[in-house]
């Protein structure tokens, strides 16, 4: 293999793998976004159900807004994997050569 090949092929791994972090910061954002609403949620409708405060339509609208926001994240979040599954098909990588290159910083 030429060097520049190898050069060529590291650069790519490296690539990669910068796209796969942009694709995992993307999940765990919408994953603690989803719990926070879920126990947001729960704990709005077991006050609102105790009888300590009422349906609104603020309220309704806030549920809106973090709705749409966690619909942002989640579409940004299949977008990065998808650009990283292309990447990756496009360059003949595998996911152990992008697993390792993260290992190795």
Same mark, same amino acid.
């Given at each position: 293999?030429?060097? #520049?090949r @190898? #050069?060529? &092929?590291?650069? $790519?791994?490296?690539? +990669? $793998?910068s796209?796969?972090?942009?694709? %995992?910061?993307?999940?765990?954002?919408?994953?603690?976004?989803?719990?926070?609403?879920?126990?947001?949620?729960?704990?709005?409708?077991?006050?609102?159900? @105790?009888?300590?405060?009422?349906?609104?339509?603020? +309220? &309704?609208g806030?549920?809106?807004?973090?709705?749409?926001?966690? @619909?942002?994240? %989640?579409?940004?979040? #299949?977008?990065?994997?998808? +650009?990283?599954?292309?990447?990756?098909? +496009?360059?003949?990588?595998?996911?152990?050569?992008?697993?390792?290159?993260?290992?190795?910083?």
């Amino acid at each position: 293999m030429s060097r #520049s090949r @190898g #050069s060529r &092929q590291y650069k $790519a791994v490296r690539k +990669a $793998a910068s796209l796969k972090r942009a694709a %995992s910061r993307d999940l765990i954002v919408l994953v603690v976004l989803t719990a926070v609403c879920l126990v947001g949620i729960f704990i709005y409708s077991t006050l609102m159900f @105790g009888g300590v405060i009422e349906d609104t339509p603020v +309220a &309704q609208g806030v549920v809106m807004v973090i709705a749409v926001v966690i @619909g942002f994240v %989640s579409l940004r979040h #299949s977008k990065d994997r998808r +650009a990283l599954r292309d990447y990756m098909d +496009a360059h003949g990588l595998t996911d152990t050569e992008v697993k390792e290159c993260l290992r190795m910083g």
